[in-house]
């Protein structure tokens, strides 16, 4: 009775009987049964099973495919088509059953991404079927920044969409609903294996991209760390050797009336400092400008394709056709080889480590509470952990402070005033006890973060059923998402000045320089609070004032004002900042 092939076919006996056989490479199962009313057809896994109805009046036969909706064919003793074919070839088959997958998800999914669960209880911008708002970033410049700005102005303190490979966001902007998920119900909100992934490569299990216990230990063990003798011996030795270079750099620069990239001036000032302070070595940016650092380069480089893929969803697919895909992983092994060396210059000469003169040594020395010391891979991460923390971060706030400064002159002027009153002629850099009377300084820098914060969006994953104080549910699997730039230009937090670059606001409010961190969210907030907040604030304040006090800074004519910001993880300008530097 059975006859192999290699299609897949009906064979048709006559009207009132249905005998079927099915064909394919090798016979799994065949079954054939004959019903007066009713007939099903479908699959499940590897196996065929075949059931068949005729209708006495039309011979109209149901099919299933799997789980998908019933489809009704009517035609003479036609199954398996949407058209009147008596024959059909196994790829034919998977093409119809494709189609009504497809027909299907665009049923379900009118208006989000597949996969995700409809939510008319929240208002936001109305999405496509099966990719939800991806074209809206797209139209944004591919920049989620300016999208989750527009999207929280036009729909309200907490709004929703969806984006593909990601799943539903809900976007939380007023600081009760983001104390309750940073700190109230801390342990509902993770980081989630969708950021975990995307930054493995580069970070591993370092605390930026760890959760749970292992974060737990990593952040009392830096907590431990990041102690006032630590700060004078080491970190603030080094801030003020590297401050005198980028002085004399600037006072050639005034001399021969050369334009200066500021920011760049900035890196090279944050990675030789970091460089120093984390694992002892000058990477000698500022001495010799001209000679490339390769590591400086991979930085960059993960930096801004791993920003690449937080907009993404499908980044390890769409990385492997591309060539900065490709590039990726050999410079995240460069990354990985630079740091290993290190480790094992030290693990072979055990005398260098007894001597707290580093970031690294002090972490080859610590132990968690359970007695163990770090390995090398734990070290690995702390390396670059530390560094993506303070150069890039530090580097870009400073240069978005220099240019405020150079389009608010009166500002600039109030900060000169009291720089000039608190700094003697002797004393040409603020150290860790002065630093702290910079009080308008201090303020500025603020004003520059909540306008440019240089982490500019963040979320978490939630683990299991909240609600919101507001009321507002989130559910298991949705990332509950804040945006620091949002925040700070939200006239509802800020007041309606809230665009306006005023460092007042720090100065006269009732929180002064110690504003609600879940408003001011530009140094995270709650227990992940950033542990180096007085780390770059004094970092910022000794360069700044030791440069404002003997140069001013004129952005050249041509230079774009706002400057752009480009994709990343942090928030850099798109394009050199490019002044003239005077003496006073």
Same mark, same amino acid.
């Given at each position: ?37 009713h ?23 149901? *099919? ?21 074919i ?16 497809? *027909? ?5 999914y ?70 309750h ?11 989630g ?28 063990l ?22 005198k ?40 940016c ?12 991979s ?6 394709e791993?920003g ?30 630079f ?47 530390? *560094? ?40 040409? *850099? ?11 300084t ?10 440019h ?9 939630c683990?299991h059923d909240d ?23 939200d ?31 530009s ?15 004094i ?36 394009k ?9």
């Amino acid at each position: 009775m059975w006859n192999k092939k290699k299609n897949w076919y009906p064979r048709y006996i006559n009207g009132s009987t249905l005998r079927s056989e099915l064909y394919t490479k090798e016979i799994i199962e065949g079954t054939s049964l004959v019903h007066k009313e009713h007939s099903q057809i479908g699959f499940a896994y590897e196996k065929f099973i075949t059931e068949r109805i005729l209708l006495k009046s039309k011979s109209t036969i149901r *099919i299933a495919f799997g789980y998908i909706n019933l489809i009704y064919i009517s035609h003479y003793y036609t199954i398996f088509s949407f058209f009147i074919i008596k024959k059909m070839t196994f790829v034919t088959a998977i093409l119809v059953g494709f189609v009504v997958i497809l *027909i299907y998800l665009l049923i379900k999914y009118p208006d989000r991404s597949i996969g995700t669960k409809s939510r008319s209880d929240l208002n936001g911008p109305k999405g496509l079927p099966l990719i939800g708002n991806a074209l809206d970033i797209l139209k944004n410049n591919n920049e989620f920044v300016t999208f989750a700005y527009k999207t929280l102005m036009e729909y309200g303190p907490i709004a929703t969409y969806t984006l593909p490979g990601f799943g539903r966001f809900v976007t939380v902007n007023d600081p009760e609903s983001l104390e309750h998920v940073m700190k109230g119900n801390f342990d509902c909100y993770v980081k989630g294996d969708i950021l975990y992934k995307i930054l493995y490569d580069f970070l591993g299990d370092g605390i930026f991209n760890a959760s749970g216990d292992n974060w737990r230990m990593q952040r009392k063990l830096f907590s431990h760390l990041f102690n006032v003798k630590n700060f004078r011996e080491i970190i603030c030795v080094v801030f003020e050797e590297e401050t005198k270079k980028v002085l004399a750099i600037l006072d050639k620069l005034a001399e021969s009336g050369e334009p200066c990239d500021l920011q760049d001036l900035f890196y090279r000032f944050t990675l030789d400092s970091f460089g120093k302070i984390t694992f002892g070595l000058d990477f000698k940016c500022l001495t010799n400008p001209d000679e490339p650092v390769k590591f400086a380069q991979s930085f960059d480089f993960v930096q801004g394709e791993l920003g690449k893929r937080l907009q993404n969803g499908f980044w390890n697919i769409t990385e492997l056709f591309t060539k900065e895909g490709r590039r990726l992983p050999e410079e995240c092994k460069y990354l990985t080889e630079f740091s290993y060396q290190i480790i094992k210059d030290r693990r072979n000469d055990p005398e260098t480590t007894k001597k707290p003169t580093d970031i690294l040594n002090l972490f080859m020395n610590a132990k968690y509470d359970n007695g163990e010391i770090l390995t090398d891979i734990q070290l690995r991460d702390v390396i670059l952990n530390f *560094i993506i923390a303070g150069r890039d971060t530090t580097a870009q706030a400073l240069s978005w402070m220099m240019y405020n400064l150079m389009v608010n002159p009166s500002i600039e002027e109030k900060l000169v005033k009291e720089v000039n009153s608190l700094l003697s002629d002797e004393e040409q *850099i603020p150290n860790y006890d002065t630093v702290k009377q910079f009080q308008y300084t201090q303020a500025t820098f603020y004003e520059t973060l909540r306008l440019h914060p240089v982490v500019p969006n963040n979320f978490r994953v939630c683990l299991h059923d909240d609600v919101l104080p507001n009321g507002t549910p989130i559910y298991a699997g949705e990332l509950v998402n804040w945006s620091s730039w949002a925040a700070g230009r939200d006239e509802r937090l800020w007041g309606k000045d809230a665009k306006i670059f005023n460092p007042e606001r720090f100065l006269n409010s009732e929180d002064g320089l110690k504003p609600s961190q879940y408003k001011f969210t530009s140094f995270n907030c709650g227990p992940r609070l950033c542990l180096g907040q007085s780390f770059a604030t004094i970092e910022a304040i000794m360069l700044a004032t030791a440069a404002l006090r003997k140069y001013k800074f004129e952005l050249l004519p041509d230079q774009k004002s706002p400057p752009d910001f480009k994709i990343s993880l942090t928030l850099p300008m798109k394009k050199p900042l490019l002044v003239k530097v005077n003496h006073r």
